[in-house]
Structures are given as structure tokens and as C-alpha cells.
């Protein structure tokens, strides 16, 4: 695990590099493709993370994670609207390859040295496993068009808000804009407190808490994204904080139902993650030019709307194999679950050992009337 992570850190920062001297739009394209491969660090942290970290503290471990990714793309956007307004965009390369190098020294000495977990897995078998859960479970399948849905109407946002704050009415500078990101990275800051809620939670219920959040705030900025900046920074800070604990309560389940193959599992939330990501960018930016800043909200709340729907389609105990339905109760406190799962399970134990107690007595029953047959017949003999 840490020679992976090592390894692909140093081949983002030297693409990097090429991003940052290349005068040829075509190489700039097919180096920005390359890095988009190897960059994938924070994810494979993310499975690394919840391995470590002990069940009840299994949220928490991934909120930090995602925040850290989540500040870092924040951050980068509040510095590059800083270093855009006050010189070249070559200066935000690098700065990129100077993060980049801080990073790779501090992952040598602070990853631990992670064994794999499946040596006898090839690369086409790890393939085929990650198709087949993409296609026979039921809650992966949920939470990732959940995740593609979610991750457009978020980059949309994000992408179409300069267009916003760029135009009337609000003609805001490339600074201005992009200081708009230190509101989203307020909204990051909780994220340890959001694990802690998850970890007390079953994770349906926090992912439920987090669309009606989501829905709200977007329907702040149908509203009056385009009239009041207040609204805007409302919306900004909000849907940080939203859609962190969306993203830790899916995560959360999906890696729950399997250990071994928790990284084959994120790697199907994260491309999902990507999806939207396209989706969001292109589709946000479409609508935006030709229709407007409100038009483009209201697609994206329909889109928070359609996942919202997604979800209740499966209850919060729903079985595994189950696509659909509501049975297991509506229990939300996990600690309460886990309790009733082990009563259940003391139960089931105690009735195999009575059966089983059972089987033995009628056992030595048998041997013993056995036995006194055999005497009889002995002393007739005699």
C-alpha cells in the first residue's frame, strides 16, 4: 500500500512539471489525461483509513479523509483566483509540485507499511469482481447513481459560480470569486463532528439527513442565488457541509459489506464520484449559458430530488439481497442494532446448544437402554 501511494505521488509531480513548462496545448491535454490516472491518492487513503480504524470509529477515520480532500480542493481554488488575479497561471503548477514534494516526503515517513489483503487476485480477476458488485448488490448499485447524482449537482455548483459571481449582479473579480471557497472550507472544518454523528447513526439515516440538507440549500439558491450574495454564501456553506456527510454515510455502508474487497468497493463509489463529476461540469455549464443561473439550479435541485427518491426506494435495515423494500424496523441508533443483533445471535447460539444438548441426551438414552437389553439377554443366557 505505501509503495503504491509513494509511487503515484511521484508521477503526479512529474507531470506536474510538464503541465507547468509545456507550451503545446496538445501535450498539455495529454499530460492533464495522465495525471488524471495517478491522481488518486486521497482515495486509496479513504480504504486505507477505514482498515485501520476500528468499526465504531469507522466514519470518523473517513470524515477526515474527506475532508482533507475536500479542503484541499477548496484551498487550491481560493489560491489559484489569488495567483490568477496577481500573475500567470503557470505559478499555480508550481506551487502544485512544491505541495506535491511535501507530500511525498511526509507520506515516506508517516504511512505505515500495509500488507495486501489478496495476493491471489490478478488484475482481470479484481476487474470482474469490481463488475460483478457493481451489478448483483443492490446497495452498491443505490449509492452509486445516489453518488453520480449528488456529484454533478456539487460540481455544477462550484463550476457555473463563477459565471454567476462574474456577471450581473454582482461583476466580482477573479480574487473575489475565488475567495468564495474559504466559506466552502468552513463548511469543511466540521467534518470531524459529522463522523462522530455518522458513527452514532445507522448510515441510511445519516445519508437521509444529508439530501433533505442538500434539497434545502439548493432551493436557497433557485431562489435567490442570482439576487442576494448572502444566499450564495448560505448555499456554499451548506452544501460543504451536506454533502461531507453524504459522501461519509454512503462510504461508510458500501464498505461494510466486505473488508477484502473495501478498496474494489470505493473504487466503485469514486468512479461514480467521477461520473457526476463530467456530468456536472458539462450538463451545469450547458444550461447555465443558455439558460440562466436559475434554470441551472433547478436542474440540480430535480437531481437532488431524483436521489432522494433513489433512497427511500431501500430502507435502512433492508436486507442485502433485497432491491427494494422496507423490512427490519426503523431503528436509527446503530448501538441500539448492534444490541438487538447480538441478543438475536445469543438466542440462535442457545438454541443449537439445547438442540444439540438434546441430541446428546437422547443419545445416552438410547446407549443406556441398550446396555440393559444386552444384560437381560445375558443373564436368560445364563
Known amino acids: 500500500m505505501s509503495p503504491l501511494v509513494l509511487l503515484l505521488i511521484f508521477a503526479s509531480t512529474v507531470l506536474t ?3 507547468a513548462i509545456t507550451p503545446n496545448l496538445r501535450a498539455f491535454e495529454a499530460i492533464c489525461f495522465l495525471i488524471g490516472v495517478v491522481n488518486v491518492t486521497p482515495q486509496i487513503l479513504l480504504t486505507l483509513a477505514s482498515d485501520l480504524a476500528p468499526p465504531e470509529r469507522r466514519a470518523s477515520a473517513l470524515s477526515m479523509v474527506v475532508s482533507g480532500l475536500m479542503f484541499g480542493v477548496l484551498i ?6 489569488v495567483i490568477g488575479n496577481f500573475n500567470t497561471w503557470r505559478i499555480v503548477y508550481y506551487m502544485a509540485i512544491g505541495v506535491q514534494c511535501f507530500v511525498l516526503a511526509g507520506a515516506y515517513f508517516i504511512l505505515p507499511d500495509y500488507p495486501a489483503k489478496n495476493h491471489d487476485l490478478t488484475y482481470f480477476k479484481i476487474m470482474f469482481s469490481m463488475a460483478k458488485y457493481a451489478v448483483t448488490e443492490p446497495l452498491v448499485v443505490q449509492s452509486a447513481l445516489v453518488n453520480i447524482a449528488s456529484s454533478a449537482c456539487y460540481t455544477a455548483f462550484w463550476v457555473t459560480l463563477t459565471f454567476l459571481l462574474g456577471g450581473p ?11 468564495f471557497g474559504l466559506v466552502g472550507m468552513l463548511g469543511v472544518l466540521v467534518g ?4 462522530r454523528v455518522v458513527d452514532r447513526l445507522v448510515p441510511w439515516y445519516a445519508t437521509l439527513v444529508a439530501m433533505i440538507m442538500l434539497l434545502a440549500f439548493q432551493a436557497v439558491q433557485a431562489a435567490a442565488g ?3 450574495v ?8 451548506g452544501l460543504d457541509v451536506a454533502r461531507q456527510m453524504q459522501q461519509v454515510s454512503l462510504t461508510t455502508a458500501v464498505l461494510s459489506l466486505s473488508t477484502a474487497a473495501a478498496a474494489r468497493l470505493n473504487a466503485i463509489l469514486i468512479l461514480s464520484l467521477f461520473i457526476g463529476q463530467v456530468m456536472g461540469s458539462s450538463v451545469g455549464t450547458d444550461v447555465f449559458v443558455q439558460h440562466g443561473w436559475r434554470a441551472c439550479a433547478l436542474v440540480m435541485l430535480a437531481l437532488y430530488g431524483f436521489q432522494l427518491v433513489l433512497h427511500l426506494l431501500r430502507g435502512p435495515h433492508c436486507p442485502r439481497t433485497h432491491w427494494f423494500g422496507w423490512a427490519g424496523g426503523f431503528e436509527a441508533r446503530k448501538s441500539v442494532v448492534k444490541a438487538r443483533d447480538s441478543e438475536e445471535g445469543g438466542e440462535t447460539v442457545t438454541e443449537v446448544n439445547q ?3 438434546a441430541l446428546q441426551m437422547e443419545k445416552k438414552l438410547e446407549e443406556g437402554l441398550m446396555d440393559q437389553t444386552a444384560s437381560l439377554d445375558t443373564s436368560n443366557d445364563a
Open 226 to 228: 442570482g439576487i442576494s
Open 76 to 81: 487550491a481554488r481560493v489560491l489559484a483566483g
Open 192 to 195: 470531524p463532528l459529522i463522523g
Open 169 to 179: 449582479p454582482y461583476y466580482y473579480s477573479t480574487l473575489n470569486i475565488g475567495l
Open 230 to 237: 448572502a444566499a450564495v454564501i448560505i448555499v456554499c456553506f
Open 355 to 357: 438442540t444439540d444438548s
Open 17 to 19: 512539471i510538464g503541465l
